[in-house]
């Protein structure tokens, strides 16, 4: 009998589809079959949550609730340094005490540097947090329905064209004060697949991040066809700053960075704390 495809979720941001191209199209000899969802950040967070799909990307900062049922894979996810998410303004230099500011997730890693930055930086904190799909955030502070605006993803190189002004960036307020690079999205896949698959897993992602950047071109029609008519050049933008050496392999950098993310986040009571082994892959 024929394995069932695997059932797998990430986003149709560049970076995913970079990664996963050769291995969704069958490309990477030895490799799972895999069914393919593409979903938004806060919806693979809550199906991590509720345990459903195989594998899945998700933010780093959901780990702590899902480790039980998931294994960190060391591979395939977006990590690195200048990647950071950012606050935005319509008006330079505002002011967000006590103001709305719209989050991709309130499980992101994207909202929890910007409740660690927050902590720092603003003691009075803001007044409301509204979840608004990534999007759907700068046209909601370009058009005054929130004050300001925590973004993601290839935002970093579009937010000017909304009339908008860089707050504070929490990727350059998280290296400067740990001299870590910036975790942002993890790959999980569950642990009752059994450490054979699950290593077969981490391979088939290491290969087929490796064929994308031998022929990016082949993976070309694929990111561009997912990544909501966004400009060639910018998806290209967004793919050399999200999938780096830590794509292939998170390596001690890597996983000190998450271990220092959570432990912190941990101490300022935002998630639980992890047990000593939690990040170990199977």
């Not at 340094?81 to 499980?107: F, I, M, N, Q, Y």
């Not at 981490?202 to 561009?224: C, F, G, K, N, Q």
């Not at 066809?225 to 392999?249: C, K, R, W």
């Amino acid at each position: 009998m024929t394995p069932q495809p695997l059932q797998i979720a990430y986003s149709p941001c560049p970076n995913d589809t970079f990664v996963f191209e050769a291995w969704a199209h069958g490309r990477v000899t030895g490799a799972p079959d895999i069914d393919v969802t593409f979903a938004d950040i806060d919806i693979t967070n809550g199906m991590a949550e509720r345990g459903e799909f195989d594998v899945l990307k998700v933010s780093y900062a959901v780990l702590p609730w899902v480790l039980d049922e998931y294994t960190l894979l060391p591979c395939g996810g977006a990590l690195g340094r200048g990647c950071g998410p950012l606050v935005l303004t319509k008006e330079p230099g505002a002011d967000l005490t006590g103001r709305t500011v719209a989050v991709p997730s309130e499980r992101s890693t994207a909202y929890l540097l910007f409740r660690l930055w927050a902590a720092d930086v603003l003691p009075g904190g803001v007044g409301k947090v509204v979840v608004l799909p990534f999007h759907e955030i700068m046209p909601a502070v370009r058009d005054g329905k929130v004050d300001a605006g925590l973004v993601i993803h290839e935002a970093r190189f579009t937010y000017q064209d909304y009339g908008l002004h860089r707050l504070a960036d929490m990727g350059e307020h998280w290296e400067s004060t740990t001299g870590l690079p910036i975790p942002l999205g993890a790959i999980i896949a569950k642990r009752s697949l059994g450490t054979e698959v699950l290593q077969l897993l981490a391979e088939s992602i290491r290969r087929s991040v490796r064929m994308a950047w031998d022929d990016p071109e082949t993976s070309r029609p694929y990111v561009l066809a997912h990544s909501q008519e966004m400009d060639p050049a910018v998806a290209d933008q967004h793919i050399g700053l999200y999938v780096n050496e830590f794509t292939a392999d998170l390596g001690e950098d890597g996983y000190a960075a998450v271990r220092g993310l959570l432990t912190r986040a941990a101490a300022e009571g935002l998630v639980p704390p992890l047990g000593h082994d939690a990040l170990r892959f199977v």
